[in-house]
């Protein structure tokens, strides 16, 4: 679906440069998007290796499976369904995890089976509570160390990187808090539905 948004996209742009008579304009804007894109790849690899290997470390070292264990009985209430039948409970409270540290490429595999399991559980076609919870805190979780945009803003050479990092905990808890809030309450008005 993706694929054809961004197809039409392109064509619609070609069309319009050709009748604006901006091709030159398109094409030079297309080469230099085309450089910067792949040297804006380039910059943040070092950054991100760096982050994404100081959080294997801390997954060697447990602090995940420490960080789980602290989630546990906040999870059981934000995820009520899924912990009172025990379904997916690791991978919701790894995934969450995951996202807190910053490692999003490593809980979407877990999002990804949690969702799986749960949509095992109903059967029904259509996304449950606990299923739309996960994705919300998968899109807006709060986020302890924010590893994509330190790394955005140190490939840019920005002059403030890492002092965002309390600004980030307030948005992110507060997003996170309201998301969580009206999931809940959206979800026992279906379920009365």
Do not use: H, Q
Not at 14 to 23: H, K
Not at 106 to 135: C, F, H, Q, W, Y
């Amino acid at each position: 679906m993706l694929g054809k948004c961004f197809g039409a996209l392109c064509v619609i742009s070609v069309i319009f440069a050709i009748f604006t008579g901006n091709i030159s304009s398109l094409s030079e804007a297309i080469a230099t998007g085309t450089d910067k894109s792949v040297k804006l790849v380039i910059s943040l690899v070092g950054i991100m290796a760096f982050w994404n290997g100081l959080l294997n470390v801390f997954k060697d070292a447990g602090v995940i499976k420490m960080l789980s264990r602290l989630l546990k009985p906040i999870l059981k209430r934000i995820f009520p369904r899924a912990f009172k039948e025990n379904v997916a409970t690791e991978e919701i409270t790894a995934c969450i995890s995951a996202n807190m540290l910053g490692i999003a490429n490593a809980s979407t595999p877990l999002a990804i089976s949690a969702m799986k399991k749960l949509s095992e559980r109903d059967n029904s076609g259509v996304a449950s509570a606990d299923m739309i919870t996960l994705a919300m805190l998968g899109c807006c979780s709060f986020n302890l160390i924010p590893t994509t945009i330190i790394a955005i803003r140190a490939s840019a050479n920005a002059s403030i990187t890492y002092e965002l990092i309390p600004t980030i905990w307030l948005c992110s808890g507060i997003c996170s808090i309201i998301g969580v809030v009206l999931c809940l309450i959206l979800g026992k008005i279906n379920a009365k539905n």
